[in-house]
């Protein structure tokens, strides 16, 4: 069955670290999204991709970078960690082929940053 | 940027209550998606409306889309212990892209 994860499901690292967090789909979806889950906020956008070598900013895109190298993997980094983004990070994917598509989620990462 | 605004952000009910859900956009939308999320879990799409004035029915949940397409609703009757979770509405972001609503997090007493 297709899926789509991530990892490490948990992180725990330092301020000023670089961490890049993983996302695997096997969906073969053109698009594939990162999203951080903060209480109160819900789910905003971190960065996009529309498929290989295409990335695009989200709304709170500030101290992250996405590569899209190939179809299935669009990971994150997190250039130097800061602890405003302790946060639980979901990768997800949709078709792309029609008008309206559902994303489908990992599990997500929860990272902390000390 | 497009917004979507969800109320309430908490609910408790007691097991057998009803609980809605609300959905409110400043501007109209194609579409509108529900997603539920399970505690530690990941969102979970439940359904897309598309249609003016459409309703959908799973089971004990029941979707509304406004006629002016500017809101939405999630109606869960008689909820039960298994609708514990937080309910995510979802508009059209441009592109392909969503913007979420905040969310409702629904908690049930036994």
């Known amino acids: 069955d297709a899926e789509i994860t991530q990892s490490p499901r948990h992180k725990i690292t330092e301020t000023g670290r670089q961490v890049t967090l993983a996302c695997h789909q096997t969906?073969?979806?053109?698009?594939m999204f990162w999203y951080r889950q903060d209480l109160g906020h819900g789910l905003r956008l971190i960065h996009y991709?529309?498929?290989?070598?295409?990335?695009n900013k989200g709304e709170v895109s500030d101290g992250y970078s996405v590569s899209r190298s190939n179809t299935e993997d669009l990971p994150l980094t997190l250039e130097s960690a800061a602890s405003s983004q302790t946060s639980v990070y979901f990768c997800?994917?949709?078709?792309?082929?029609?008008?309206?598509?559902?994303?489908?989620f990992g599990p997500g990462t929860r990272l902390t940053v000390l | 940027g497009q917004q979507v605004m969800q109320i309430p952000q908490y609910q408790h009910v007691q097991e057998g209550e009803d609980f809605t859900t609300y959905c409110n956009s400043s501007?109209?939308?194609?579409?509108i998606q529900w997603y539920k999320q399970r505690p530690g879990g990941h969102p979970v799409f439940l359904i897309q409306?598309?249609?003016?004035?459409e309703v959908k029915k799973q089971k004990r949940l029941t979707f509304q889309f406004g006629e002016a397409k500017k809101n939405s609703s999630l109606h869960i009757t008689a909820t039960q212990t298994t609708d514990v979770g937080t309910y995510f509405c979802?508009?059209?972001?441009?592109?392909?892209?969503?913007?979420f609503g905040q969310g409702t997090r629904l908690t049930i007493n036994p």
């Open positions: 969906w073969n979806h053109n698009n």
């Open positions: 997800a994917s949709s078709d792309g082929t029609g008008t309206y598509n559902e994303q489908f």
């Open positions: 409306l598309v249609k003016s004035g």
């Open positions: 979802a508009g059209p972001g441009g592109a392909q892209k969503l913007v």
């Open positions: 991709s529309y498929g290989v070598h295409d990335t």
């Open positions: 501007t109209t939308l194609s579409n």
